[in-house]
Every structure is written in C-alpha cells, then in structure tokens.
C-alpha cells in the first residue's frame, strides 16, 4: 500500500532562518507530488507541484521553493523565513486510476515567530 | 482552470440529508469532479468523484447535471462526526489541482 511522509510533525522558527520540509512517498512511483499551505485553518494554497524528478511547477510567487532529488522525495525549502509563512503545510500524491484520488500526509505545523 | 464556489458554511442537524451545491461554470469535457473532506489539522480524504449523472459510495452520492456546471454532494443521515469542511474541485488528469475556500459543515445533536 502507498504511504505519504512528512516531517517534522511541528515546527516554530525565528523570522529570517532557513526551512527545509521533506515529503516522501512509498508504494508508487513516478508520481505527481503536491505542495500546499494552509492558513488560518481554512483554504488550502497549491504552492508547487511535480509530475516527474527535476520537474517543479510554481504557483504562487513567494519566498519559498520546491526541489524533488529523487522519484519519490518532495522537499519545500525557504533561505529566509517570513511572518506570513506561518501555516500547516501538506504534501500530497495523486493515484490516477479509476478515480484520480489524492492522497495526503500528516502535514507540518510551522508557526514563524 | 474551471473555478469552483461553493457556499461558506453549512448547518445541519443529527440524522437529517444534508446536500453541497458546487458551481463550476467553465468546466472542461475532460474534467472530472471531485470532493473532499477535511478535518482540522489533517489533510484533506477524498470521499467521491464522478463525471456525470449520479455516483455513490458507502459515504455519499454525487448528482451531476446534464450540463456539468454545477454538482451536488449529498450525506444520507449526518453524525456530528461529519462536522468538517468539503471541498469541490474540477481537475483533469491529476495535473494542477486547485482547492477553493470550501464549506464548513456543522452538525449539532
């Protein structure tokens, strides 16, 4: 069965410093892979997405970028940090089949103090 | 990208139907409807999708017109456990896949 990973679970960070959240997917490959912010508790925001390695589609222009090394491995990144980037961060894969369902995980917690 | 309104929030009673409108006026001959709920602090779960006509599941059915502008999630019998929000999309082939504000369903005892 597929599995979706993310980590860490919660995250708070000084205005100005680095991020790195990791999303790995098992059971599939060459998936399409997700990357999307939620604030406030409502609104979910595709930031970037990916339908193979090296191959990221940004969508909203921000301080924040997206790298996928391997198949299954989707890493959000960010040299400095803002206010506004607090949120819950969720990564999601996407089965295309009978149904194009997508799957997310656990997400992350970032509040950026 | 069709765009999807749906109203903001939803009030319901334990043991009543309770029925989602969706609008997507511009949708494509390609696209296919989709919804999910969501929990706070988890990610979305998909509960249905469909391309035409009527669709259900264990967990609800989904009413799609003729002209597919608009889409219809009904819950038989609602818990307060389905207190949650529902989102709608319209997507193609698992590409792009754009979530609205969704709808906030409540349901008191």
């Known amino acids: 069965s597929q599995t979706i990973h993310q980590w860490p679970a919660t995250l708070v960070q000084p205005v100005g410093s680095p991020l790195s959240l990791e999303c790995t997917v098992e059971?599939?490959?060459?998936?399409?892979l997700y990357w999307y912010r939620q604030a406030a508790g409502r609104g979910l925001q595709l930031l970037f997405y990916s339908v193979g390695i090296g191959q990221i589609s940004s969508e909203v222009p921000q301080n924040l970028s997206a790298s996928r090394p391997q198949d299954r491995q989707f890493i959000l990144s960010s040299k400095k940090l803002l206010l506004s980037d607090s949120g819950f961060y969720l990564c999601?894969?996407?089965?295309?089949?009978?149904?194009?369902?997508?799957?997310f995980g656990p997400g992350t917690r970032l509040t950026v103090l | 990208l069709a765009k999807t309104t749906q109203p903001i929030s939803m009030d319901s009673y334990e043991g009543q139907e309770v029925n989602i409108t969706c609008s997507h006026n511009?949708?494509?001959?390609?696209?296919?409807i989709t919804w999910y709920q969501q929990f706070p602090s988890q990610g979305p779960r998909f509960i249905i999708q469909g391309y035409k006509t009527k669709v259900t599941n264990e967990v609800a059915s989904l009413f799609i017109p003729a002209d597919r502008k608009s889409s219809t999630l009904s819950l038989p019998r609602v818990s307060l456990s389905d207190t949650a929000v529902y989102y709608c999309?319209?997507?193609?082939?698992?590409?792009?896949?754009?979530f609205g504000q969704g709808t906030e369903l409540s349901v008191k005892p």
């Open positions: 059971g599939t490959s060459n998936p399409n």
């Open positions: 511009n949708i494509a001959t390609n696209d296919y």
């Open positions: 999601a894969w996407i089965s295309l089949g009978l149904y194009n369902e997508q799957f």
């Open positions: 999309l319209v997507e193609n082939q698992g590409g792009k896949l754009i």
